[in-house]
């Protein structure tokens, strides 16, 4: 699979997935498409099984039927090891990951192992550490980490091989909003602006407006309850409330606006400063309300 056919055309298909543990969770029949250099956010509750359909993605499990392709392979057809190479997986727990006695050898542990020679998998070590601000921490043990420290290494040892495609499950649990936006920026510089497929998993509202070009995939208990664009999920509050998902501030303030004055933004996000100005325009209402 060359990987210049993962930079262009589809890059996931979902083709009628099923998916059940011996437990008796079930994935049912999930269709759908992530192109080439989008970013798509698979959202939903607890349980609703967003790390199940990354695992599926990143062919750590396989259909029980239907088919997932990567980049147009089957991933029933080929090796976990032939995957690894067109993705990188950062898993929810990035300690869980962790096997190597070093950072250095835990970020070129995949590049060593697909065959990238040591000139190679040391330079983009080097590279990738100095983007993601972590060149300092090579030598010491990745379970020394702090859990800032710890997402970025997890990071770069999924990135460091260069892969199409790169899975984040669950990245900004744990940070608050300032760190959220920090993630973001790496986010932005270390995977997509190289023309990369990133695909995260979060029940992280927030996200919805951090990235709001992504396409969004909604889970509720393995089935799909919605499958587009943010700008259409966000006209539909109640399709998030209904998933147990709160919308962020500014969409629950522009809905309670529109109900009460008719002045919210329906259909798409509204910035801050829109709805004062919204606000202001209709002073009039909002003091006969207030009087009333
Ligand atoms: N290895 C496993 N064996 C059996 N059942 C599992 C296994 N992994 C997950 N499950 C079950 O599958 C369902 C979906 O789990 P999954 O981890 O995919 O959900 P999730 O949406 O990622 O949840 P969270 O938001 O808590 O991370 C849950 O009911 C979970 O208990
Ligand atoms: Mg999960």
Request: charged residues 20%.
């Amino acid at each position: 699979m060359p990987r210049d056919l993962c930079r262009a055309g589809d890059a996931i298909v979902f083709n009628d997935v099923s998916f059940s543990y011996s437990n008796g969770f079930a994935l049912s029949d999930l269709s759908f498409t992530i192109r080439s250099g989008e970013l798509a956010l698979i959202m939903g509750p607890n349980g609703s099984g967003k790390t199940t359909v990354l695992k599926l993605m990143a062919g750590i499990l396989k259909p029980s039927s239907g088919d997932v392709y990567l980049c147009g392979i089957n991933t029933k057809r080929v090796k976990l090891s032939e995957v690894a190479k067109y993705v990188g997986y950062v898993p929810q727990n990035p300690w869980m990951a962790f096997f190597n006695n070093t950072v250095f050898n835990e970020i070129a542990y995949v590049a060593r192992n697909i065959g990238l020679s040591k000139e190679e998998y040391e330079a983009r070590v080097l590279e990738v550490s100095t983007w993601l601000n972590i060149a300092h921490l090579l030598q010491r043990s990745p379970h020394s980490l702090s859990e800032g420290e710890a997402r970025r290494v997890s990071i770069a040892a999924a990135v460091t091989h260069d892969p199409s495609i790169v899975l984040l499950d669950e990245p900004t649990a744990g940070l608050d909003y300032l760190n959220k936006v920090d993630y973001v920026n790496i986010v932005q510089k270390a995977v997509l602006r190289r023309g990369r497929t990133v695909v995260m998993s979060s029940h992280d509202i927030d996200l919805l407006t951090l990235f709001p070009e992504a396409k969004v995939i909604l889970l509720n208990n393995g089935r799909l309850s919605f499958n587009g664009y943010i700008r259409d999920l966000l006209s539909r509050a109640h399709l998030l409330l209904s998933n147990k998902l709160l919308p962020p501030a500014a969409i629950a303030l522009s809905t309670y606006l529109n109900e009460l004055l008719g002045i919210g933004a329906e259909g798409r996000e509204p910035s801050v400063e829109e709805l004062i100005e919204r606000t202001v325009l209709r002073k009039d209402v909002i003091g006969e309300l207030i009087c009333s």
